[in-house]
């Protein structure tokens, strides 16, 4: 079982930076592959970014560049660093986790409650 509260959401500034913290709970953290996906209103749930043992997937299109996904350890804890915001950035963003390496959101079996993030043009 792992249990994800997300944190650092808030209201933004085009051009601005901002970032996510995914806190896990459970020993067994090292062995899920760790997601941000992110659910803007009216559309279905995206993938962002993805990491595991070191390894990053290729990052969404529209986040390439911009977006930067890291772990620590030692804190069970997932980041998503997001620079050069745009309004079109803004949604909830959830913390994920999987037992497979996976871009797709029906792979990943645990959830944050999410985080809201607007940014303003």
């Known amino acids: 079982q792992v249990q994800l509260v997300e944190s650092g959401g808030g209201l933004v500034q085009a051009g601005d930076s901002l970032t996510l913290s995914c806190a896990a709970s459970?020993?067994?953290?090292?062995?899920?592959?760790m997601g941000w996906f992110r659910q803007a209103p009216g559309k279905e749930r995206e993938f962002v970014a993805t990491l595991w043992k070191g390894a990053s997937a290729p990052y969404a299109d529209s986040v390439k560049g911009r977006f930067t996904i890291s772990r620590d350890y030692a804190k069970n804890t997932v980041y998503l660093q997001m620079n050069s915001l745009k309004p079109e950035d803004t949604a909830v963003y959830y913390c994920a986790a999987a037992g497979i390496f996976s871009t797709r959101k029906d792979d990943y079996g645990y959830w944050g409650q999410g985080t809201q993030v607007t940014v303003s043009s």
């Open positions: 459970g020993r067994t953290f090292s062995r899920y592959a």
